[in-house]
C-alpha cells in the first residue's frame, strides 16, 4: 500500500514557476514508477511526466522543456518543477504510483495503482 500526499501547487502569473511536491509512504517507493498526471474543468485526465524506478523520463509534449519530474528515493518524495507557466496549464495536479519495477515510463492512468488527492495550480494571464 502505497498513500500520496501532493503539496506545491497556488496562483502564480505566467512565466512564472512552481515546484510540486508528492511525499510517499510506504517503504517500496523507490520501487515504483511515478507519474504526474492533470484534470483541468470539463478535461479527462492526462499525463505530464513520469519516471521508472530506474529513473527514466518522459514528458507530455505540451510541458516538454519547461517541466522536470525528478525523485529523491531516500526522502520518499516525487517532485515536478514547472517553469515558464502557461494559463493552459490550470488543472488539478495529481501524483500516482505504480507498477513496481517496471523499467519503462508508465503514461496511462490504468497503469496507476495509487493516487493522490491533487493540488490546483492556477496560472493567470
Known amino acids: 500500500q502505497v498513500q500520496l500526499v501532493e503539496s506545491g501547487g497556488g496562483l502564480v502569473q505566467a512565466g512564472g514557476s512552481l515546484r510540486l511536491s508528492c511525499a510517499a509512504s510506504?517503504?517500496?517507493?523507490?520501487?515504483?514508477?511515478m507519474g504526474w498526471f492533470r484534470q483541468a474543468p470539463g478535461k479527462e485526465r492526462e499525463f505530464v511526466a513520469g519516471i521508472s524506478w530506474i529513473r527514466r523520463t518522459d514528458y507530455a509534449d505540451s510541458v516538454k522543456g519547461r517541466f522536470a519530474i525528478s525523485r529523491d528515493n531516500a526522502k520518499n518524495t516525487l517532485y515536478l518543477q514547472m517553469n515558464s507557466l502557461k494559463p493552459e496549464d490550470t488543472a488539478v495536479y495529481y501524483c500516482?504510483?505504480?507498477?513496481?519495477?517496471?523499467?519503462?515510463?508508465?503514461?496511462?492512468?490504468?497503469?496507476?495503482?495509487?493516487w493522490g488527492q491533487g493540488t490546483q495550480v492556477t496560472v493567470s494571464s
Open positions: 500516482a504510483a505504480g507498477g513496481p519495477r517496471r523499467t519503462t515510463v508508465l503514461v496511462t492512468t490504468r497503469e496507476y495503482d495509487y
Open positions: 510506504g517503504r517500496t517507493f523507490n520501487s515504483y514508477a
